[in-house]
Antibody, heavy 117, light 108 residues
Framework: QVQLQESGPGLVKPSETLSLTCTVS????????WSWIRQSPGKGLEWIGY???????NYNPSLKSRVTISLETSRNQFSLRLTSVTAADTAVYYC???????????WGQGTLVTVSS | DIEMTQSPSTLSASVGDRVTITCRAS??????LAWYQQKPGKAPKLLIY???RLESGVPSRFSGSGSGTEFTLTISSLQLDDFATYSC??????????FGQGTKLEIK
């Protein structure tokens, strides 16, 4: 079965770039849509964006100017870059497979990223 | 954006109770709705998709209903393992996909 695992720094300084990688195992990344979702402390889930195996992307308009999602097919990975971060970007970041642009399943375990100097 | 509003925010119940969580959309989303269960420190788990279809492996005590703007998730007889946070998600509009704020189900 497909499993996802996020990795990356847990602490990022304000104004710097947050970079995370999601490694997919148990299946090929060369199909389906792959998304990033985050959850700020005490708040609901927020979809960040997706990438299709073809490289096509779609981002949440609220984050679009700062987000890039890319694919590393040879490593079965996809990545998130979020620039110019502030404390408001502190959250648990999840990667997930998105089936037919609909629901998300499965999800990674999530990784906490704190923005602080 | 389509806003998803869940009620209640917190629900206290006992093992064996029947509970219902409501999710309302700010505009019609047909039946393009999913429900997730999330436990502390764990990834969200898909329970229901297309408003009422049970994901494989999910116990039959979970059920979903609704269409348009109002949806419910019902647990027919609460088990200890069910105490968690539940969130709805709409996928009628992909710009952007949005979630409810979550309903925390607590032991009474």
């Amino acid at each position: 079965q497909v499993q996802l695992q996020e990795s990356g720094p847990g602490l990022v300084k304000p104004s710097e770039t947050l970079s995370l990688t999601c490694t997919v195992s148990g299946g090929s990344i060369s199909s389906h849509y792959w998304s990033w979702i985050r959850q700020s402390p005490g708040k609901g889930l927020e979809w960040i964006g997706y990438i299709y195996y073809s490289g096509r992307t779609n981002y949440n308009p609220s984050l679009k100017s700062r987000v890039t999602i890319s694919l590393e097919t040879s490593r079965n990975q996809f990545s998130l870059r979020l620039t110019s971060v502030t404390a408001a970007d502190t959250a648990v970041y999840y990667c997930a497979r998105q089936l037919e642009l609909q629901w998300f399943d499965p999800w990674g375990q999530g990784t906490l990223v704190t923005v602080s100097s | 954006d389509i806003e998803m509003t869940q009620s209640p925010s917190t629900l206290s119940a006992s093992v064996g109770d029947r509970v219902t969580i409501t999710c309302r959309a700010s505009q019609s989303i047909s039946n393009w709705l999913a429900w997730y269960q999330q436990k502390p420190g764990k990834a969200p788990k898909l329970l229901i998709y297309k408003a009422s279809r049970l994901e494989s492996g999910v116990p039959s005590r979970f059920s979903g209903s609704g269409s348009g703007t109002e949806f419910t998730l019902t647990i027919s007889s609460l088990q200890l393992d069910d105490f968690a946070t539940y969130s709805c998600q709409q996928y009628n509009s992909y710009s952007p996909y949005t979630f409810g704020q979550g309903t925390k189900l607590e032991i009474k």
